[in-house]
């Protein structure tokens, strides 16, 4: 438990921002999830759409430092991977 006023307040800014960035990772996870199934479908329309939604979700999670901006490349390349293999079939 904290005893100082700073560690006090450590202890208050990180809830917060513990919060914040569950948030912007059950978002992203959430639109991955989306793109997934929206690519198992076939619709290609309508996976573009879904991948293009979810990469900027993830590129908004990097930025906001909730996830490596590595992982997030990484991701983005496979969702694209999985979209290109989809219009070339």
Same mark, same amino acid.
């Given at each position: 438990?904290?005893?100082?006023?700073?560690s006090?307040?450590?202890?208050?800014?990180?809830?917060?921002?513990? /919060?914040?960035?569950? $948030?912007? %990772?059950?978002? !992203?996870?959430?639109?991955?999830?989306? +793109?997934?199934?929206?690519?198992?479908?076939?619709?290609?329309?309508? /996976?573009?759409?879904? $991948?293009? %939604?979810?990469? !900027?979700?993830?590129?908004?999670?990097? +930025?906001?430092?909730?996830?490596?901006?590595?992982?997030?490349?990484?991701?983005?390349?496979?969702?694209?991977?999985?979209?290109?293999?989809?219009?070339?079939s």
């Amino acid at each position: 438990m904290a005893n100082l006023e700073s560690s006090k307040k450590r202890n208050r800014q990180n809830i917060k921002r513990r /919060a914040q960035n569950r $948030v912007h %990772l059950t978002r !992203s996870r959430t639109y991955i999830k989306k +793109a997934h199934e929206a690519l198992a479908a076939g619709e290609y329309e309508a /996976a573009e759409t879904a $991948v293009l %939604l979810a990469s !900027s979700e993830l590129d908004h999670a990097a +930025a906001k430092g909730v996830i490596h901006k590595n992982n997030a490349a990484r991701r983005k390349s496979r969702l694209m991977k999985h979209l290109e293999a989809l219009r070339s079939s």
